[in-house]
């Protein structure tokens, strides 16, 4: 499934391919992959499989550190689950789609709770720019630009395939 915003196509599942080829580049012997609670915990528990890594990857949730609770309020869905030893730990996070920042400090701030990394980098499907924080992701599958007024997410079928939604804010 793709999707059309103008003459954009974005097409998921051919973006998660170039993620794994840019996921394989970026993994060390010791490397623990952690998603963003929901697209990137996606992205990373299908990278796990598809790279045959033993355990499983990490959940981050940002929902205790954002700065926007007020308006977001509190998430039930997802907690952070994290089954290995963040102290000194390689990390690599993924996120479906990169834009101010803030989740990724968010992260970071729920992260660091767990441990003290020895390094985290950051992979994402998609970089949309808008940065409002100083935060750049080590790979990314591809980069757009979309206008502030809408959101760009990854969601996922009842059969595990990737798709974008698009959607007014």
Known sequence: MSLSAGSLVLDAEA???ELLRGVRSLMGPNTQLVGIASGGAWLAERLHKDLGLQGSAGVLSSALHRDD????GMSQSV???IDFDVNDADILVMD???YTGR???AILNELYDYGRPACVRLAVLVDR???ELPVAAEFAAARVALPASQSLALARSDD???H????EV
């Open 15 to 17: 973006l998660y391919r």
């Open 69 to 72: 609770f007020a308006q977001r």
């Open 79 to 81: 907690q952070t689950q």
């Open 96 to 98: 479906d789609v990169l």
């Open 103 to 105: 989740t990724v400090r």
């Open 129 to 131: 720019g808008g940065r």
């Open 160 to 162: 595990g395939t990737f």
């Open 164 to 167: 974008f939604e698009v959607k």
